[in-house]
T-cell receptor, first 113, second 114 residues
Framework: DQQVKQNSPSLSVQEGRISILNCDYT??????FLWYKKYPAEGPTFLIS?????DKNEDGRFTVFLNKSAKHLSLHIVPSQPGDSAVYFC????????????FGTGTRLLVSP | DAMVIQNPRYQVTQFGKPVTLSCSQT?????MYWYQQKSSQAPKLLFH???????NEADTPDNFQSRRPNTSFCFLDIRSPGLGDAAMYLC?????????????FGPGTRLLVL
């Protein structure tokens, strides 16, 4: 039972354009969401997060949007750069206290010059 | 640089032969996690330590054990590896277990079971 779904295994975008990575979740108890980025041969690194009390969080070129009614979140990267090429994982957690992260399967983003 | 280190990066073991994966951290974080990621699947939490307190996930097989002898080190022991245990094993740390505390991941150990 996959509670966090990233239905697009890969995405190709040209440099300078917008990248939109999508994530859907099924557990209505999830109230905190994160995006991690992973380069080859490295561990995932935290990118950006959003609490369910917000519908948008922005950090530089990265913006995460949350649509609670649709149980959907997206990560926008504007403008995309070749260095953004990586695997992006969506993750979610529920409740207070211990932060158990439930991950999606990842989307591989390729930004071409 | 403060970091999470996993050794070895690649581990080959035989079916049924015990194997130990190691993780060390220079971040002085209180929480250490072990995740399993099989090919094309999401990373899945196996267990975590909060200081010396061990917390096992309900669906983690008994075949998987962990030790944390001190703050810096944590080990994943697979007592009798099966072919289905071939995966990437990721270690992570955080300062505290609360959700706002960022988890820092090591590069992972890829386990191959022959």
């Amino acid at each position: 039972d996959q509670q966090v779904k990233q239905n697009s295994p890969s995405l190709s975008v040209q440099e300078g354009r917008i990248s939109i990575l999508n994530c859907d979740y099924t557990n209505s108890m999830f109230d905190y969401f994160l995006w991690y980025k992973k380069y080859p041969a490295e561990g995932p690194t935290f990118l950006i997060s959003i609490s369910s009390i917000k519908d948008k969080n922005e950090d530089g070129r990265f913006t995460v949007f949350l649509n609670k009614s649709a149980k959907h979140l997206s990560l926008h990267i504007v403008p995309s750069q070749p260095g953004d090429s990586a695997v992006y994982f969506c993750a979610a957690s529920a409740g207070t206290g211990f932060q158990k992260l439930v991950f999606g399967t990842g989307t591989r983003l390729l930004v071409s010059p | 640089d403060a970091m999470v280190i996993q050794n070895p990066r690649y581990q080959v073991t035989q079916f049924g032969k015990p194997v130990t994966l190691s993780c060390s951290q220079t971040l002085n974080h209180n929480v250490m996690y072990w995740y399993q990621q099989k090919s094309s699947q999401a990373p899945k939490l196996l267990f975590h330590y909060y200081d010396k307190d061990f917390n096992n996930e309900a669906d983690t097989p008994d075949n998987f054990q962990s030790r944390r002898p001190n703050t810096s080190f944590c080990f994943l022991d697979i007592r009798s590896p099966g072919l289905g245990d071939a995966a990437m094993y990721l270690c992570a740390t955080s300062r505290a277990p609360e959700r706002q505390e960022t988890q820092y991941f090591g590069p992972g150990t890829r386990l191959l079971v022959l």
